[in-house]
Each structure stands twice: as C-alpha cells, then as structure tokens.
C-alpha cells in the first residue's frame, strides 16, 4: 500500500469549507484524510508554507497540439508539469476531428484532458485564424450534437464565438446554430467575447459592437459561459464608452457564469472596471496557446509557416494557469474567492463535481501543490497596465492520482523578473 503525506501546508477544499494547515493523507492514490494516522513507511513530502488544493482545473486551454497548427501547445505542458492536474480544450476538436483529439491528446496524456468541442467543424485550426471557415454553412448541427453525445465522457460542453469580426460578416446566425447545439446536446456553450476576426474588407454589415452582448443574451441558457470579461477587445463585457454592460446583471441572475479567459487580450484596466461593478468570474481559465506563451523550440525544429504576421501576439509570454490565479490576487479578489474558481467552480462547469476540484475522503488524488510567497511584484498586462501584488503564487508539484510530477515547465514563469 502506497502512502503519501503532504506534511504541515495550508489545506485549502472549499467543497467541505476546510482551511487549515495539516496533513493531507493519500493512500494508493485516493484522499485517506487530513491529520489521520499513517504507516512509518509512508513517503513524507515537507509542504510547511505551501498551500495545498484540491487539483487545478484550467477551463480554457489549447492543447490540440500539431492538429491545430501552432496554436496548440502540450497538454502536460500546461497541465501537470505546471501544477495543473485537469485542462479544458476550449474549442479545439470538432466532431470531425475528436477521434484524433482522444487518441493522440487526451489519452497519452497524464494530465486530465477534456473538451469543449467547437461548434464549427473544422474546429480550431491555426487559432481560427481563417474566418471563412467559419461561416454559417461550416457549422453542422446534428453532426456536432451526434459527435458530442458519443464522446460524452470527454465533451463537456460547446465553445462558440460572439464577436465582431463574425457578426460582420454574418449577423447572429453562427451563434444561432451553436447555441442549438448547446440546447440540443444538453450541454453548455462557452461564448468567447471580444474582438477575434477583423473585419471584412466587403460585404460588411454594420455592427455596433455594444449590441453584440444584448443579441447573445437572447440565445443563451442557464449554465452557458460568457468569456473574456477582461478583455481588451470591443464588443464584450465593457461598452466603447466604458461603462460595464447593464445586461451582465441579467445574466447572471439568470445562471449563466463568466470564465476569466485569462490570455493575451487580459487587461487590468477592464478587469478593475468589472470587478468595481460588481461581478467576480465563476471560474478562471488560463488561455494559454501557442500565440501567446512562448515555448522554447525544440532543437532543429523547421519553420511550419513562416508567415508570421500580425497572427503572433507581441509579447508572447511565460505564462501558467498559476500565474493567472496571482493576476486575481493582484487586482484584489482573496484567495478565498481565486481558489474556488480553479476547483470547485471548475468541477461544476465539467459537471464533474463528485470526481475532481476536492479533497473528500476517497476522492482521487488530483491535488496541486502551490508556492505561496510573499513581497513585492508588478504585473503588467500587454496594454501596458500594472499591478502590484504582495501575494504571488508558483507551482511546486502536483499529485495526478496520487503520481508526483513536479512543476518544471519550460513555459513557468520566473517570479524574480518581476520584483518591484
Ligand atoms: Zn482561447
């Protein structure tokens, strides 16, 4: 019997309201407890000043790696060797595409892998970089619901875009036939909000981008997910004149949840605005990809498509799921709310709540092992906004069913970079 001991850090599982500092008991990879008794042949890891929670889910990822061109990275990149033990593809497989996305991604991977599969069928390819591929007649309902029911043990929702570059060229029609999707698979829609395609050079119809919003509203189901409420795109959560969009309330009083989306298009400024008016995100999906996480290239690795263009994001970063949850320390939410939003929240979304984001007795050891570390550093966002933080998170190691891999991504930031 193979015991494990997570000695004397904070034990955070929001599922049972514990905080408290303590030992965390696995044995043969299932929670045996905290503070229980254990054999002497247990392996002991010192955890004294470390927080330790329940597995970090991350709810937006990309990780169709190679399928989806140099938009995906490598699921346990961003997953357990950067302490997070379950990641959400956010639209990368299609129902054409899933066979591929379950074999060569989400079973060799050690990290938990699982889907929102794209309501499109060419799925994520290149970033979605080609709108054309896009357009309403590249959607197939039945396909898509079919495809998505049959791989219900992977698929646990439908990722969809409501943007201004699509309204442009198509109205509301795409959004139509995603939320169809959503409706008829019984599942829920992650709706990315702000600016993804330019807009056409013809045929364009004219959109107010503070519309966008109000027209989504209209198709949108308890337990969708809106995405990017801090963006720095128009057409989101933030009008062009600044002001939080007086929907938002009648969202979520209507069940529906927002996910950070963290990513490249993250701006302090409109997550200060957000916050102000009141609406503190559900769940916290980090939207690493290959755009906006710089990844050291293998060695001899060719150039695949040298037209880089303006696809590449400037100031393609180190970046972690972890690094997102201290951007939400840094604009002033408490821990107490972050770590919910990457575990218990998280587990919901999936609908997976009985199996991941706690720490209940027999629950599987999917447990992440966090840094937490004290003192003075600036973030700053790729609008050039900063903020300053006390609090700053990094992961150590997490537990994937009760196996060890330590956070050793090349992708990890490096915090001293960043002291004030
Ligand atoms: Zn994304």
Redo the contacts with the bound molecule.
């Keep these: 019997m193979a015991t494990q001991v997570l000695l004397g850090g904070r034990i955070i599982d929001p599922a049972h309201q514990i905080d408290r500092v303590g030992d965390l008991v696995i044995v043969d990879g299932r929670v045996a407890g905290i503070d229980v008794a254990y054999d002497a042949s247990a392996t002991r890891i010192d955890c004294r000043g470390n927080l330790v929670l329940p597995g970090l889910i991350d709810t937006?990822a990309?990780v169709y790696r190679y399928v989806t061109g140099r938009f995906g990275l490598d699921a346990d990149t961003c997953g357990v060797h950067s302490g997070v033990t379950t990641l959400v593809d956010?639209g990368g497989p299609s129902c054409i595409t899933i066979p591929g996305f379950r074999h060569y991604v989400a079973a060799p991977a050690k990290s938990r892998v699982k889907a929102f599969i794209s309501a499109y069928l060419v799925g994520g390819l290149e970033g979605h970089y080609y709108p054309e591929l896009y357009r309403p007649g590249c959607l197939d309902v039945d396909a898509t619901v079919d495809s998505a029911l049959a791989n219900r043990d992977l698929v646990r929702g439908i990722k969809a875009h409501a943007e201004i570059g699509g309204f442009e060229r198509w109205g509301l029609d795409v959004m139509r036939l995603a939320a169809e999707v959503g409706r008829q698979a019984d599942l829920p829609v992650y709706i990315h909000f702000g600016q993804l395609w330019p807009s056409p050079t013809e045929n364009r119809l004219p959109v107010d981008p503070d519309t966008i919003f109000t027209q989504v509203l209209d198709l949108v189901k308890p337990g969708d997910v809106l995405a990017h409420p801090f963006s720095r795109h128009p057409g989101g959560f933030v009008s062009t004149s600044g002001e939080v969009h007086p929907l938002v309330t009648e969202a979520v009083a209507r069940g529906v949840r927002i996910d950070v989306?963290h990513?490249s298009h993250f701006s302090f400024a409109m997550a200060r605005q957000v916050l102000g008016a009141g609406f503190v995100p559900d769940t916290l999906g980090a939207?690493m990809?290959g755009y906006n996480t710089r990844v050291p290239p293998p060695p001899g690795t060719p150039a695949i498509h040298p037209d880089e263009g303006d696809h590449m994001f400037a100031g393609a970063v180190r970046f972690s799921l972890v690094s997102a949850m201290t951007s939400m320390l840094a604009l002033g939410l408490s821990l107490e709310q972050v770590v919910p939003m990457v575990t218990t929240h998280a587990a919901r979304l999936l609908q997976m709540e009985d199996e991941i984001g706690h720490l209940g007795l027999g629950a599987v050891a999917d447990v992440s092992v966090l840094h937490d570390e004290r003192g003075k550093w600036t973030l700053r966002d790729n609008e050039g906004n900063q903020a300053v933080t006390s609090q700053y998170l990094r992961p150590r190691f997490c537990l994937r069913a009760g196996e060890r891999f330590d956070a050793d991504a090349g992708i990890l930031p490096q915090p001293q970079s960043l002291a004030a």
């Design positions: 937006h990309h956010q989306g990513g939207d990809h």
